[in-house]
């Protein structure tokens, strides 16, 4: 092995030693984020435990804190920032698995929630880690109350009416096969980019970034939005739950990128998505673009195998 | 007449309009608080707005507004916080009517949100309901961050895991009739005083009140979420679903204060909850302590029918 190689492959190792050091601190806090399974009423809080806790990537939090720190900030509120993105990732599946809506039984290989404990439990849960999210970015420390409102205006926007609601809205109404990319393309950035959108401008109001900065930020988080949101479709259509570790084929019937235009332009399609994302991560002027690189890489690895 | 009892009459009659202008100027704010019926998705707004503009008592914005003029304040940020209540009110009514909860057919005279579109619909937009109400504080206008901080501090507490919805977990799971009248004080206060709370201590908040007058303020809002909460129970028991305009007999086999010391107790306790909301007013020192008997006349007027 050439010196050159032998560096590439330690810069390399030492990336993946940072993101796994992201990733354990972003478990250590939201282990911590919400009440114990003992406080009063203890099955509220296990059951936002069970839904919270259960495995899962953080790729939004990852996203958060690198994002900050490539803009310049590093430190605890950005990790708590992303974590409030988590608990209204894990509330908007808690809604999503419900009976009235997907009816899945199987998430991050574990019951859902109105399976694990039963169906008002798992939308008390749902809304209670959403409101938590507003109290969490209500006392962030070290953080001025402008950019405290700031943050509560902005999830307060992704999630809404212009948001994940909207898409999730939409998405139960989506049987329309005539639908046009264009219109899928709304869906999904409604239903999965605004939360991405939330993670990444978050992390920017954090750090200060200025607005050239925050453009090319925005256009990132759109473009791994649709990237992401693709994924999930191909992983429904091709996997078996084990492989997803959640219950798939939920899809069937409804308009996807996927259904629309078959498999192999699906495929160039979002790997064209993912260079726009790369490019729009250069435009930014981070001054971590490789380690942001990696933490996509490992999100999308499953396009390698 | 003497002209005494003529000064009191149009004493009354003025303070009856001013309510009344009150009362008015909430309803034009909530018409605008969420998207009109029209805006995409439109099943989304139809729904909330089903739910917040249907015939209520706005007594919870009422509270703020009347509580932030008396202790100064007069305005558009008292309104619209007394909305957020409501909102957050209607949220949970939404979430407490539905099939797998209380599964009631009838709030408000009209059919419950679940009843008129389906529970998909309903989960969602309780949701964006709660949501939105953290949005408007962000952008509370003529309020600085730091208020308007606290404010969402305040309501993400009162919802949370030590108010509403702790509140709502508990009551699911209340068939305890062993019960004490202060566990179910207790279970009252989180239910259904959480929010008055919150309507009581955001005027608070918004004028600037200081510690004494706050802490008088806290003691006002714990009697009046009892006496509140006592008086529903009643109503649930003795009225029809016409005379209460909602589905009644939801409590059976509850633990209640009624239940548990029967009516003639039931009825003492309550007016001594409301005696001693009362005498926490003279003392929280308002300007307007006169209004606010009024508001609370009208808000108990059925015991004297």
């Known amino acids: 092995m050439s010196v050159e190689n032998l560096n590439t492959v330690s810069l390399g190792h030492s990336l993946q030693k940072e993101v796994s050091g992201a990733r354990a601190a972003i478990e250590t806090r939201l282990a911590t984020i919400v009440p114990s399974a003992q406080t009063w009423p203890a099955r509220l809080h296990e059951a936002q435990r069970h839904a919270l806790l259960s495995p899962g990537k953080r ?9 900050a720190k490539g803009a ?14 988590e608990m209204v990732h894990a509330a908007s599946l808690i809604l999503d698995d419900l009976p009235c809506m997907d009816d899945a039984a199987l998430r991050r290989n574990q019951p859902t929630t109105h399976i694990a404990f039963d169906e008002s439990t798992a ?6 880690l959403l409101n938590r999210a507003f109290g969490v970015l209500s006392r962030l420390k070290h953080v001025d109350a402008e950019k ?24 139960l109404a989506n049987s329309d096969n005539n639908a046009s990319i264009a219109e899928i393309e709304r869906l999904n950035t ?20 200025k607005a050239a900065q925050r453009a090319a930020l925005k256009d990132f988080s759109y473009h791994l939005g649709l990237a992401f949101q693709l994924m999930d479709d191909v992983k429904d259509t091709i996997m078996t739950d084990e492989e997803a570790e959640k219950s798939v084929g939920r899809d ?21 998505y ?26 999308f690895s499953f396009l390698k195998s």
Chains 1, 2 share one sequence.
């Open 59 to 67: 790729f939004r939090p990852l996203l958060c804190v690198f994002v």
């Open 72 to 85: 310049g900030l590093d430190g605890e509120a950005s990790i708590d920032v992303g974590c409030v993105a």
């Open 123 to 128: 939308i008390l849960t749902a809304t209670a």
């Open 148 to 171: 405290r409102i700031e943050l509560v205006d902005l999830l307060s926007y992704a999630v809404g009416s212009k948001g994940l609601i909207a898409g999730q809205m939409a998405d």
């Open 190 to 209: 409604l239903k999965t980019g605004a939360l991405f959108d939330f993670s990444v401008e978050g992390a920017a109001v954090l750090a200060g970034a």
């Open 252 to 272: 069937v019937g409804k308009a996807t990128i996927l259904a629309l235009t078959g498999s192999d332009a699906a495929m160039e399609r979002l790997a064209a």
């Open 274 to 299: 993912i260079d726009s994302a790369k490019a729009a991560i250069a435009r930014a002027n981070l001054n971590n673009e490789t380690t942001l690189n990696v933490v996509l890489d490992s999100q």
